[in-house]
């Protein structure tokens, strides 16, 4: 099995790069038209862009614990990061490669605003169940872990993820 090549890095790079610019323009855009303004009602009752600072997480749980989040994305992107370059290039492991790299991105996308703004700029709320406002970070977080469990359950075995593996240290 041939390891991820720099085109397969480059790919990862590159691919957060461009998700995470996404989510930071939509949040520059939430913070231009909805910061001290009413929200914007897109269907009464259900859903709504409200623009929030969030210095936790839903809800704003663990309200300025800040530094504990921004370490553990260094550590969660670290991980992912050393999976990518361990993981076969092969198109078998390629969902499981897309769903990291969306992953690295939504965790990088909330660190920039935390570590440049000390908080996490939200602004899509689903009034209807009173769901947590979020962002588009939130949404490739939640979007990949949800894809990495049907993966997981779904599609994968484990040996596909022998390459985690130490080599030679295995004793029996």
Sequence with gaps: MKNLNKKGLLGY??????????????KIAAVSALKGNFPFVLIKNVL??????NAGMAWGMMSGAR?????L???????ITY???????????????????VLASGALGNFIDRLTLGYVRDFI???LINFP???VADIYV????????VLILFYYKEDDFSFLKKTGTNKH
Excluded: W
């Excluded at 590159?14 to 939509?26: A, F, S, W």
């Design 48 to 53: 709504e862009f409200y623009y929030l600072e």
């Design 83 to 101: 999976v990518i370059i361990k993981m076969p290039h092969t198109r078998h492991m390629l969902p499981f490669f897309a769903v990291l790299t």
């Design 133 to 135: 406002v979020f962002n």
């Design 125 to 127: 709320y689903f009034k």
């Design 142 to 149: 939640t979007v990949s872990v949800v894809c990495f469990a």
């Design 73 to 79: 994305t260094v550590l969660i992107v670290g991980v």
């Design 67 to 71: 530094i504990y989040f921004l370490v």
């Design 13 to 26: 790079i590159l691919g957060i790069v461009l998700l995470c610019l996404i989510d930071q323009l939509t």
